[in-house]
């Protein structure tokens, strides 16, 4: 079936701007996470999501970053007044449920703050 | 602080080498997962291990975890060129996941 997908694949916003990045997990998957990856940072986790309980948002790097899920399916993360330093590739994954089950991974969105 | 710390970051190793990279976690977990990237892409799951004592391998790939030593191996045998890639190990503490550095492993011919 189909994997994980993610749009836009990339994303040039000037600095201050808004942006939304949205993932569809695979379907079924009750479980969807947020990834960051940048050459600074490594690979850091943001946000995960199980069903339509609330999410653990503990990983995100500032309050200008949100993220939400409708109907436990398609997932939105949005980042306010985007700043340089938000430059990274954001990879989102899936899995059926948490703990024991592996993770699907998207092909990212490559954002660049300009 | 939870570190999660793989060596060596970077490997050159010849075809048909055998060689270990290590990933050492600072906290109690006994969820370790082993993914692979390659340049460009994204990221692809490789193993999953939930407990003291597992090891699983696929092809010429073998991950061992001992969570007593906070510590998994990737176990790589007879290297072939198509396993150039970079290795993460991750470690999931409450359905949050640390990653590793990376290891990037270039196999010359």
């Known amino acids: 079936g189909a994997g994980v997908s993610q749009s836009p694949s990339n994303k040039v916003t000037e600095k201050g701007k808004d942006v939304e990045l949205r993932c569809d997990p695979i379907?079924?998957?009750?479980?969807l996470y947020w990834y960051r990856q940048s050459l600074g940072q490594g690979l850091e986790f943001l946000i995960y999501?199980?069903?339509?309980?609330?999410?653990?948002k503990s990983g995100l790097p500032s309050d200008r970053f949100s993220a939400e899920r409708t109907g436990g399916s398609v997932s939105t993360l949005t980042i306010q007044r985007t700043q340089q330093e938000d430059s990274a590739v954001y990879l989102c994954?899936?899995?059926?449920?948490?703990?024991?089950?592996?993770?699907?991974f998207g092909p990212g969105t490559r954002l660049t703050v300009t | 602080e939870l570190k999660v710390e793989q060596n060596p970051l970077f490997l050159s190793m010849q075809e048909g080498k055998n060689y270990t990279i290590y990933c050492n976690y600072s906290t109690t977990s006994d969820r370790l997962y082993w993914y692979r990237q390659d340049p460009g892409k994204s990221l692809e799951s490789l193993f999953v291990l939930l407990s003291n004592g597992a090891v699983k391998q696929e092809g010429r790939l073998m991950a061992s975890l001992d969570t007593k030593a906070r510590l998994s191996t990737l176990h790589i045998t007879a290297a072939v060129h198509d396993l150039s890639a970079t290795y993460f190990c991750?470690?999931?503490?409450?359905?949050?996941?640390?990653f590793g550095t990376g290891t990037s492993l270039t196999v010359i011919p």
């Open positions: 991750a470690v999931d503490i409450s359905n949050q996941f640390y």
């Open positions: 994954a899936s899995s059926r449920s948490t703990g024991t089950y592996e993770q699907y």
């Open positions: 379907s079924g998957h009750t479980a």
């Open positions: 999501f199980q069903g339509n309980s609330a999410p653990d």
